[in-house]
């Protein structure tokens, strides 16, 4: 059983393929509202490959709101302790799509409520999970609230560090895995990527994106090629990656083959539009990888 705690957002995605310059109007291609936000994205992510996944956030007393859980239910996810605020709305992710890539704004709304009552109110179920993921789009404090009720009871966290700047490097003695990407390392550990790496064997895995990803396992570099697929939508990728890690660790992989699955799902999930949308199960991440 795996925990997810942190975000829950509606994207709203525009694709264009004019860039506006400061102060510019243009005409867009598409515009669409598809669930997100980084916990929720990995929640679905893990539960897509029939991991029993529950999740921890907020969302506003809105439309998004409802519907955000409901697609979390959907889903599979049990979503008891998603609590519905009255004060703020939902968060949302404003996502901009330009020649394959994306640039992001996010409005934390409900997300920043999530506070240490939320945690003590699941605790319950924390200390029953296999692991706990979580991320940086709800509070500091809750973060660090988070990572102290996992460590007291023994449960392994699998944190994905973004927005990196929200994140303390004295976590990683509360954190068995960490996930940034080549910059979010940089950022955050102030040294090159093979000084951080060996600083942490094992639990620092930074993502390549197209690439890969790489970590250390205490004698030497190991590098996880990437598979090369034609690229649809960029976004969620990471949260794939996430999501899938954290269900192949629980499952028992050996973190090599944890991360080469990783890598594959998050190959598949670029062929399709929405950062959900193409989030794969698990007979298409076996299909991919027996090639």
Same mark, same amino acid.
């Given at each position: 059983m795996i925990t997810v705690i942190g975000s829950i957002n509606m994207d709203l995605v525009v694709d264009t393929t004019i860039f506006p310059k400061q102060g510019e109007t243009v005409l867009g291609n598409r515009f669409e509202t598809v669930p997100g936000g980084k916990g929720a994205n990995q929640a679905v992510a893990a539960a897509r490959l029939g991991g029993e996944i529950h999740m921890v956030g907020a969302v506003g007393q809105d439309? @998004?709101?409802e519907e955000l859980t409901a697609n979390l239910s959907t889903e599979g996810i049990h979503t008891r302790f998603v609590a519905t605020a009255q004060e703020t709305a939902t968060g949302i992710a404003n996502i901009l799509l330009y020649e394959n890539d994306?640039?992001?704004i996010v409005v934390p709304g409900a997300n920043g409520l999530v506070t240490e009552a939320e945690i003590d109110e699941a605790r319950?179920?924390?200390?029953?999970?296999?692991?706990?993921?979580?991320q940086l789009e709800i509070p500091q404090e809750t973060v660090d609230y988070a990572l102290r009720?996992?460590?007291e009871a023994g449960i392994p966290v699998l944190l994905n560090p973004a927005p990196a700047k929200n994140f303390k490097e004295e976590w990683m003695?509360?954190?068995?895995?960490?996930?940034?990407?080549?910059?979010?390392?940089?950022?955050? @550990?102030?040294?090159e990527i093979e000084e951080a790496l060996e600083k942490y064997p094992n639990r620092l895995i930074v993502t390549l994106g197209a690439a890969g990803a790489r970590y250390y396992n205490g004698k030497e570099h190991v590098f996880i090629e990437g598979f090369k697929t034609k690229v649809v939508d960029t976004t969620g990728a990471g949260d794939t990656f996430n999501g899938a890690l954290a269900y192949a660790i629980t499952s028992g992989q050996p973190l090599k083959e944890a991360v080469r699955f990783a890598n594959i799902a998050a190959s598949l999930s670029v062929e399709k539009f929405g950062a959900q949308g193409g989030m794969p199960t698990l007979q298409m991440v076996e299909a991919r990888l027996k090639g």
């Open positions: 439309g @998004f709101g994306n640039r992001i319950e179920l924390i200390e029953r999970s296999e692991l706990v993921i979580m009720v996992c460590k003695n509360n954190i068995a895995y960490l996930t940034p990407n080549e910059t979010e390392c940089e950022e955050i @550990f102030h040294s």
